[in-house]
């Protein structure tokens, strides 16, 4: 009788023994297709960032308008651009055109349109006369907005025509 009994406690134990590898066999499994799960889900998080960045990157209006304004004017005056901005709140850029470009545009004569980016379907300009609207010392004194814009015009000739200084430039 004790006999069987400590026979069917080994044999107890030898079944837990198989059951416990069985158990082993089956988590390993589970933990390589776990692993192999984390490594697709890296895989697709990087997916997904990549994919992301291209979601926040709005077209620039430098790129697109005033870098290639600025060509199509240097091949029309033959004379070398320069970009400078977007500054302030309205992201007025302005375009310097000179004769020589290892010179500051402050040590030589230039001519110049100063941009903003595009309010449906115009781009403004500064004309070069101001008004009164903004008090000294104003957020819209201090980012231009007393400067008189006017609708930038689609043609080259007519952009030539309304740069700003020295227009022997052009000579």
């Given at each position: 009788m004790l006999d069987k009994m400590i026979s069917q406690y080994y044999m107890k134990i030898e079944e837990q023994k198989q059951l416990q590898e069985r158990i082993e066999f089956e988590a390993e499994k589970i933990k390589k297709k776990i692993t192999m799960r984390k490594k697709q889900v890296e895989r697709l998080e990087k997916k997904k960032d990549k994919v992301m960045c291209n979601y926040y990157k709005f077209p620039s209006w430098v790129e697109l308008i005033?870098?290639?304004?600025?060509?199509?004017?240097?091949?029309?005056?033959?004379?070398?651009?320069?970009?400078?901005?977007?500054?302030?709140?309205?992201?007025?850029?302005?375009?310097?055109?000179?004769?020589n470009p290892e010179l500051s545009i402050t040590e030589q004569t230039s001519l110049k349109v100063t941009i903003e980016p595009p309010h449906g379907t115009h781009v403004k300009y500064e004309t070069g006369k101001t008004k009164s609207k903004y008090q000294r010392g104003s957020i819209g004194k201090l980012n231009g907005r007393n400067k008189v814009l006017a609708d930038l015009p689609n043609r080259l000739e007519e952009i030539i025509e309304i740069l700003h200084g020295d227009k022997t430039l052009l000579d």
């Open positions: 005033v870098e290639p304004l600025m060509e199509q004017l240097e091949k029309a005056t033959g004379l070398k651009g320069e970009i400078y901005g977007p500054f302030g709140l309205n992201s007025r850029t302005s375009i310097y055109l000179t004769k």
